[in-house]
């Protein structure tokens, strides 16, 4: 079943902060987090794979609930770079298929 | 090291012919995936290899569609014949073990 994201879209100011928010109602094994940028590939940003897990780098981190099968992920002092679409991706166990959200549009502008 | 290289970058086709989209992993990955996002939609998985062999092929739309990976090298998926809802980016991503990393993909347009 497919993620929910949301919001589906955001727009900010440069240095301003945002948070993506993942859901599922399935059980999780992991959750990835992809920002793509019109007509390029995905870029993988981070995955997170234990519940209540927390990563970050740079000024983007994301955590993990695993038992409320949710994921954030969280933007701080947004840059214009940050500009794209994120995704995130589930996967019930170890090594098999992700399941994508639709994604959601972050517009940072100066 | 060289990234998941895809080709073609663009392919437009008439309704009822054939179009074959590469993959080249990165190298020493075994696990392949092919994924598709139509019309702006979500990214929808196709298939997974391990190696050579079809791991999970449930995404596979129908018997139009098949994907070969000679040797757990590159692989190629064939859309035969082609139909216009086939129309979208097909992507290809490689992993080692858990980071799936994912090609530029190949823009298809079937008209």
């Known amino acids: 079943q497919q993620p929910v994201q949301s919001p589906q879209a955001v727009i900010l100011r440069e240095g301003e902060d945002a948070v993506i928010n993942c859901s599922s109602s399935?059980?999780?094994?992991?959750v990835h987090w992809y920002r793509q940028k019109h007509g390029e590939a995905p870029v993988f940003l981070m995955i997170l794979l234990k519940g209540g897990e927390q990563k970050g780098h740079d000024k983007i981190s994301a955590s993990f609930n695993e038992k409320k099968q949710q994921s954030s992920l969280y933007l701080t002092a947004s840059q214009l770079s940050y500009s794209g679409t994120y995704f995130c991706?589930?996967?019930?166990?170890?090594?098999?298929?992700?399941?994508f959200g639709e994604g959601t549009q972050l517009t940072v502008n100066p | 090291e060289a990234g998941v290289t895809q080709f073609p970058s663009h392919s437009v086709i008439e309704k009822g012919q054939t179009v074959t989209l590469r993959c080249d992993p990165i190298s020493g990955h075994d696990n392949l995936y092919w994924y598709r996002r139509v019309m702006g939609k979500e990214i929808k998985f196709l298939l997974h290899f391990v190696k050579e062999s079809k791991q999970d092929e449930s995404g596979m739309p129908n018997n139009r569609f098949l994907a070969e990976r000679t040797g757990g090298t590159y692989s190629t998926l064939k859309v035969q014949p082609a139909e216009l809802e086939d129309s979208g980016v097909y992507f290809c991503?490689?992993?080692?073990?858990?980071?799936?990393?994912f090609g530029p993909g190949t823009r298809l347009t079937v008209t």
């Open positions: 991503a490689s992993s080692l073990i858990y980071e799936q990393y």
């Open positions: 399935k059980a999780l094994y992991s």
């Open positions: 991706g589930t996967q019930g166990t170890s090594g098999s298929r992700l399941t």
